[in-house]
T-cell receptor, first 112, second 112 residues
Framework: KNQVEQSPQSLIILEGKNCTLQ??????????LRWYKQDTGRGPVSLTI?????NTKSNGRYTATLDADTKQSSLHITASQLSDSASYIC???????????FGRGTSLIVHP | SAVISQKPSRDICQRGTSLTIQCQVD?????MFWYRQQPGQSLTLIAT?????????ESGFVIDKFPISRPNLTFSTLTVSNMSPEDSSIYLC?????????FGPGTRLTVT
């Protein structure tokens, strides 16, 4: 069964601090892994897409890593800002299927 | 990118009534997807809507409860019928365009 597990479930940090969110998946066959940011009351917005051959990809203060051998990904947020407060969702489509598997998300709260 | 709009953005409805949610995309797409996101849960696919054919429903979702229309390549509606408090959720429209998945802003439904 395809599964995507995210940790921690929630996280509270102070503005300016860094944090790392984790995603473990068992989706097979693997094609790519996506991180989305979902602000409260909004739909998810894509942050980054990691393909099998990519180990690291950055998007501004967001850096995603992928270890296809251990089936793990992380999203590192540097110098957090209040606007980073959101839910971060890891999504893994199954190769050959248009139906992705969604993680439950990590709820991040950044305090001033 | 694909820009998706949804109407209404939120609604409070009485049990036993029905609500129709509209989804408009600024690009022509073959498939449109409807998701449900219950509080603290990951996104769950309700159905896939193809233009000119009946929607394909996922396990646990039926057409009588969630009828879908897809009159053209840029528009779809999802109706939540005979609502109960358990239907309180965020409903999201989504498309895949240019190899990337985009989501609408969501419709937050509260059933009292």
């Amino acid at each position: 069964k395809n599964q995507v597990e995210q940790s921690p479930q929630s996280l509270i940090i102070l503005e300016g601090k860094n944090c790392t969110l984790q995603c473990n998946y068992t989706v097979s066959p693997f094609s790519n892994l996506r991180w989305y940011k979902q602000d409260t009351g909004r739909g998810p917005v894509s942050l980054t897409i990691m393909t099998f051959s990519e180990n690291t990809k950055s998007n501004g203060r967001y850096t995603a890593t992928l270890d296809a051998d251990t089936k793990q990904s992380s999203l590192h947020i540097t110098a957090s800002q209040l606007s980073d407060s959101a839910s971060y969702i890891c999504v893994v489509p199954s190769g050959g299927s248009y139906i992705p598997t969604f993680g439950r998300g990590t709820s991040l709260i950044v305090h001033p | 990118s694909a820009v998706i709009s949804q109407k209404p953005s939120r609604d409070i409805c009485q049990r036993g009534t029905s609500l129709t949610i509209q989804c408009q995309v600024d690009s022509q797409v073959t498939m449109m997807f409807w998701y449900r996101q219950q509080p603290g849960q990951s996104l769950t696919l309700i159905a896939t809507a193809n233009q000119g054919s009946e929607a394909t429903y996922e396990s646990g979702f039926v057409i009588d409860k969630f009828p879908i229309s897809r009159p053209n390549l840029t528009f779809s509606t999802l109706t939540v019928s005979n609502m109960s408090p358990e239907d309180s959720s965020i409903y999201l429209c989504s498309v895949v365009w240019g190899g990337e998945q985009y989501f609408g802003p969501g419709t937050r439904l509260t059933v009292t």
